[in-house]
Nanobody, 120 residues
Framework: VQLQASGGGLVQTGGSLKLSCTAS????????MGWFRQAPGKEREFVAS????????YYADSVKGRFTISRDNAKKSVYLIMNSLKPEDTAVYYC??????????????WGQGTQVTVSS
């Protein structure tokens, strides 16, 4: 599975962005998909995860209630809608795939990252 992330950009505090990640390969629907982020000088951290059928979602406490993850298996895509953005959300966002199908905990595939910058 190869992953291509897009949708990052510059937004003001309180604004919204929608990230997309499109996969190539025939086994997309069997993977759990997720998003991670890495801010300058910090370790990569988990943001959100969705199970293979879209029925199980998990969020980091820092984004719960503001971010929504979803997927469209027919389009081989996963999305992250980010609302009420804060400067601390500024990071490079990576999509990831986990063969467990349930939750992204040990990704086997990573996308290239897309920059999200939230200005104060």
């Amino acid at each position: 599975v190869q992953l291509q992330a897009s949708g990052g950009g510059l937004v003001q505090t309180g604004g919204s962005l929608k990230l997309s990640c499109t996969a190539s390969g025939r086994t997309f629907s069997g993977y759990a998909m997720g998003w991670f982020r890495q801010a300058p000088g910090k370790e990569r951290e988990f943001v959100a995860s969705v199970g293979w059928n879209g029925g199980s979602t998990y969020y980091a406490d820092s984004v719960k209630g503001r971010f929504t993850i979803s997927r469209d298996n027919a389009k081989k895509s996963v999305y992250l809608i980010m609302n009420s953005l804060k400067p601390e959300d500024t990071a490079v966002y990576y999509c990831a795939a986990d063969a467990s199908g349930i939750r992204v905990s040990s990704p086997s595939h990573w996308g290239q990252g897309t920059q999200v910058t939230v200005s104060s």
